[in-house]
């Protein structure tokens, strides 16, 4: 059974700062890996898609990298804004849905 | 629509009550999916579409839940008998790929309270 692990489970950094969110997952045969950000009673915003034989994806300030034979993915936030407070979800991919981890809560301060 | 649409966005029930939850995809999706999130909580997969059948329904609870697909667009969840446990988002999403979990988009929910 596939699981998705994220840490930090919350962040906070003052504006401006450059971070970086993690992911992990136990099953490496995965299709794709899907990052996407929750803001509070919101539904969920699709950031980055990475294809299993890909290595990273950009857009943006953020970027993202996946390596898969060790289960790992990365979310790289540049120049963080105020507005960049949300929850921030890694999602892994195969044949028939996607599976998520329980999220980093990201604060960033003025 | 330009969006995945979900309706209600509220639902306040007495437990023991049906309630149907409503998905409209992005038009010309054929992937269809629905997650349940509790609070706290991470997202629960339920049920996956592909066009008008199921091929993976693993992750739904208990069979007071179903859920139906027509036309190969709107979807309807139903949860027969609700209980408190039920309380939770129904989160639904559309994605173009057909066989793989493609890009997912969302739509922003429907709150479900079982009183």
């Known amino acids: 059974k596939q699981e998705v692990t994220q840490i930090p489970a919350a962040l906070s950094v003052p504006e401006g700062e450059n971070l970086v969110l993690n992911c992990s997952f136990t099953d490496s045969a995965i299709y794709n890996l899907q990052w996407f950000r929750q803001d509070p009673g919101k539904g969920l915003t699709s950031l980055l898609l990475?294809?299993?034989?890909?290595r990273e994806q950009t857009s943006g300030r953020l970027n993202a990298s996946l390596d898969k034979s060790s289960g790992r993915s990365t979310l790289y936030i540049a120049a963080s804004q105020p507005g960049d407070s949300a929850t921030y979800l890694c999602a892994v991919g195969t044949a028939s849905k996607l599976t998520f981890g329980t999220g980093t809560r990201l604060q960033v301060t003025l | 629509g330009a969006g995945v649409s979900q309706s209600p966005s509220n639902k306040v029930t007495e437990k023991g009550k049906d309630v149907e939850l409503r998905c409209d995809p992005i038009s010309g999706h054929t992937a269809l999916y629905w997650y349940r999130q509790s609070l706290g909580q991470g997202l629960e997969f339920l049920i996956y579409f592909q066009g008008n059948s199921a091929p993976d329904k693993s992750g739904l609870p208990s069979d007071r839940f179903s859920a139906e697909r027509t036309g190969g667009s709107v979807s309807t969840l139903t949860i027969q008998r609700t209980q408190q446990e039920d309380s939770a988002v129904y989160l639904c999403?559309?994605?173009?790929?057909?066989?793989?979990?493609?890009?997912?988009?969302f739509g922003e929910g429907s709150r479900l309270t079982v009183l």
């Open positions: 999403a559309s994605s173009h790929g057909g066989g793989k979990a493609g890009e997912l988009f």
């Open positions: 990475i294809q299993s034989s890909q």
